[in-house]
Each structure stands twice: as C-alpha cells, then as structure tokens.
C-alpha cells in the first residue's frame, strides 16, 4: 500500500483530489465510486474548485454510491444518496444519468445482482474512495465480512448504529445495510482509503501495524499493493 500522512483535513482533501483528478484526465469515462460522510467532503470541495478552474472534466464518468441504510427513505436527509446529491452531485452538476446507486425499495437480491453486473461490464471500477469507520468498517462492511465480498446486505454493528446517529435530524433505528463488497476495494484500479481526526487513530493503528483480518476490514489494504491510504496527523497520530 501507499500510506501518505497530510498535516491537515485541507491538504489531505486536496492530496487525495489530486489522485482522482489525474486518474480522470487519463480516463474521461472513469467508473467512479464514492462514499459518504463527512469525510470525503473536503474532496468534493477541491474536485469543485478543479472543474471550475477547467483541470478535470466529469461529465463522461459514471458515479457510483458506495452504500445505503435499509428502512430508511432515500428522500431522508440522512440517507447516503441524500448526503451524496447534496455534497457531492449537485455542486459538482453531475447528471441523473451519470449515476447508479441501490434501490433500496427494490428486490435487494436483484439490486446487489445488477451492481455486480454492472461493475464486471464495466472491468472493475476505476476508482473507489472510502472513509473508515471507528470499529474498521468500510462502507458498510462491518467486522468479520469476508475480504472476497461483493454487493451484498449485512447487519450493522452496534457501534455504526450509534455512530450513524450523527446524519439524522431525529433518533432512527439503524439494523441493516446494502454495500459494495471489499473485494471491490482490492479490484479496483485506483482504491483509495481516506481518514482524518483522532477517532479514527485507534483503529488504523491496529489495521496498519497488524495483519489482515476480516476482524477489521480496513486491514484488506495489506492486500492491495496499490491501495492508497491518505491520512491526516490526527488520524495517523498512533502509527
């Protein structure tokens, strides 16, 4: 893997920009998927600014949701396809038809099915940027998830239900999840793993100093020698 350690929130978003920026400007229609949190939203900021300045172009990717809460409605402001149109698509003026995400109202089987299918069409993903969750948890690949995983709906561990409390207005019962699997982490050509606070410092501290276990799913990096891991101080404050 390559672990890059950035001083700052700013200059780690601008770093990990940077990566996508100069995957895209080498593959135009780049299959393109993203998480999200608040973690990736200062790269939704710097990839803003590099459209408007004209260095990338994203009107021929295609974007990709990472994953989706169960039981919940997409039109709740919580949902991560809600956190994506409002953080990521609208500013970035991606269109409706640039992007695929889970229908969560639709036969699950047949939804992890047509993401699958769509990814293996499409030769893997190009690029997959993710945050990492306070008990390793990638998308939302909770502990003990197989590292050949693909599309697929887990329980969620007690500590995500907690933690996804975070993107609610009001209190709401979290159990299940809909997520692309970690081995579409370890196919994809640009896989990006991004981080940053000292809640985070725990964690990557055992998935990096340790060895790949299904136990913390972030450890799939020492699996994939072309993994970036961009972190900030605060993150990378126990390494």
């Not at 939203?41 to 021929?60: H, M, P, T, Y």
């Not at 949701?65 to 949902?79: N, Q």
Request: proline share 4%; net charge neutral; with cysteine.
């Amino acid at each position: 893997m390559h672990l890059k350690i950035y001083p700052d929130y700013e200059t780690l978003s601008a770093h990990t920009a940077k990566l996508i920026i100069s995957y895209i400007n080498q593959k135009q229609d780049a299959l393109v998927c993203i998480a999200s949190g608040h973690t990736p939203i200062g790269v939704f900021r710097q990839l803003k600014n590099a459209i408007e300045q004209n260095n990338v172009d994203l009107s021929r990717c295609t974007f990709l949701s990472l994953d989706e809460w169960l039981g919940i409605d997409p039109s709740d402001s919580g949902s991560c396809l809600s956190m994506l149109q409002r953080d990521c698509f609208e500013p970035l003026q991606i269109k409706p038809e640039q992007i695929q995400f889970f229908n969560v109202n639709a036969d699950l089987t047949k939804e992890c099915n047509r993401i699958n299918d769509l990814i293996a069409t499409r030769g893997g993903l190009d690029i997959m940027l993710v945050g990492v969750g306070t008990n390793g948890h990638i998308g939302m690949n909770e502990p003990g998830t197989s590292f050949d995983s693909v599309a697929h709906v887990g329980e969620l561990a007690d500590e995500t239900k907690t933690v996804g409390q975070k993107y609610f207005a009001t209190k709401t019962k979290l159990s299940k999840g809909i997520t692309l699997g970690l081995n579409h982490l370890r196919q994809a050509k640009l896989p990006i793993i991004m981080a940053n606070g000292s809640r985070k410092a725990a964690i990557l501290s055992k998935a990096l100093t340790g060895n790949a276990t299904p136990q913390i799913p972030v450890s799939v990096v020492h699996l994939i020698p072309h993994a970036y891991v961009m972190l900030d101080q605060e993150a990378a404050s126990l390494l």
